[in-house]
């Protein structure tokens, strides 16, 4: 038997080139994955890290950018939490429209557009989902977010432990849930990546005595806490008051109190280890639930999916769902215009703390136009780079 040993070697360093490149090509796009994406802050706005308000995240990849405007009136402060959950695109993005359309009249104005930084370098694989989403703006330049995962990544923390032992209350969970940002509050200074970051939003809502607070959220639609905002009891007057004017305006909305045995959460731990009045609020998007098919860029987008509108017309679902899906920008007018209805609400109940925030687009604006013209556009100074 005779063996072409001179042809064989040539493929096989042919197989080998072909690895590395596909190596190369891999690695820089895993990488790039650690960058932020880029955002464009509107006039007024100075940034921070979160580092500032806890030095333990210096130069840990958890550490992220904080945004304030101060207007010119005095007046109290909210914060605008985006990304806890780095696959629930709506929060991240509805905070990055504040941060590049608000002007702020009254008060302060703080937003955290990517909250968990590293879980947008973090895509799960078992899920299949899409590594971006893309918007159009209005110079027909393109805007992209990642869209990440749930959890932390398991290069900032490995292994995940059977049991996650919530350190406050000793609440038992699931171990995956020790990677979950929203489980890890009030946090632990010297404890896990995950827990060192919720202590340092603590410590952000402490020092700046943060008068109320938002985490945005997105939900499946057969998620019986769908639609909703969440309150803890100190908010609960004031969530009563927004959700019924915003019902009033049309847009279908739940209110949930914050269950006082439910730790780790935002709207129960900020609530009690902090001033401010919390609130979580959820919209429905077909791409968080189980009954979904393709997990792709249109999904996350549309909000359209052939066994949801089956599941709809047999009752399944918590929420309204037609052939029209529950499109990104729907999802992000629920959430803009919540805030604003809360914002004056807010002025209304605690006058001395309001706060005013003005060119926001309203409910109808955002879904006729669109999300991506209240996008900026990337700045040659910026290069396209995060801000």
Same mark, same amino acid.
């Given at each position: 038997m005779n063996f072409d040993f001179k042809g064989n070697k040539i493929t096989a360093t042919a197989l080998l080139a072909l690895a590395l490149g596909v190596c190369v090509v891999a690695g820089r796009e895993f990488a790039g994955n650690a960058e932020m994406d880029a955002v464009f802050p509107a006039e007024g706005f100075q940034k921070k890290m979160l580092s500032d308000y806890f030095g333990g995240l210096k130069g840990h990849p958890m550490d992220t950018p904080v945004f304030v405007q101060e207007g010119p009136e005095p007046g109290g402060s909210v914060l605008i939490l985006g990304g806890?959950?780095?696959?629930?695109? $709506?929060?991240?993005?509805?905070?990055?429209?504040?941060?590049?359309?608000?002007?702020?009249?009254?008060?302060?104005?703080?937003?955290?557009?990517?909250?968990?930084?590293?879980?947008f370098a973090n895509t799960l694989a078992q899920e299949a989902s899409p590594n971006r989403i893309r918007f159009a703006v209005l110079d027909g330049s393109v805007r992209t977010f990642r869209y990440g995962s749930r959890d932390t990544s398991p290069v900032v923390m490995w292994p995940t432990p059977d049991i996650y032992i919530h350190k406050s209350s000793g609440q038992?969970?699931?171990?995956?849930? $020790?990677?979950?940002?929203?489980?890890?509050?009030?946090?632990?200074?010297?404890?896990?990546?995950?827990?060192?970051?919720?202590y340092g939003i603590m410590e952000l809502l402490r020092g700046e005595r943060i008068t109320l607070a938002f985490d945005l959220h997105e939900a499946s639609p057969e998620y019986p806490v769908v639609e909703a905002i969440v309150a803890h009891e100190r908010s609960l007057e004031l969530a009563a008051a927004a959700t019924m004017e915003l019902i009033g305006q049309g847009i279908d909305m739940r209110l949930e109190p914050s269950p006082k045995n439910l730790h780790g959460l935002s709207h129960r731990e900020w609530g009690d280890f902090t001033e401010t009045m919390p609130i979580l609020m959820e919209s429905a998007n077909p791409s968080q639930g189980r009954l979904r098919g393709?997990?792709?860029?249109?999904?996350?987008?549309?909000?359209?999916?052939?066994?949801?509108?089956?599941?709809?017309?047999?009752?399944?679902?918590?929420?309204?769902?037609?052939?029209?899906?529950?499109?990104?920008?729907?999802?992000?007018?629920r959430h803009v215009t919540a805030i604003n209805v809360f914002l004056e609400t807010l002025s209304l109940f605690d006058e001395p703390n309001g706060v005013s925030v003005e060119n926001m687009p309203g409910y109808g604006e955002i879904v006729e136009k669109g999300v991506g013209a209240y996008l900026r556009k990337p700045n040659r100074e910026s290069n396209g780079k995060p801000n």
């Open positions: 806890t959950h780095p696959n629930e695109p $709506s929060g991240y993005v509805s905070a990055a429209l504040f941060l590049e359309n608000a002007r702020v009249a009254r008060g302060r104005l703080f937003v955290i557009p990517f909250a968990n930084a590293s879980g038992e969970l699931a171990g995956n849930e $020790s990677k979950n940002l929203n489980r890890a509050y009030p946090g632990d200074p010297e404890g896990t990546p995950v827990e060192r970051l919720a393709r997990t792709d860029e249109a999904l996350a987008l549309s909000g359209r999916d052939k066994a949801y509108l089956k599941a709809a017309g047999l009752g399944r679902l918590f929420v309204p769902y037609d052939e029209n899906g529950k499109p990104l920008e729907q999802r992000v007018a």
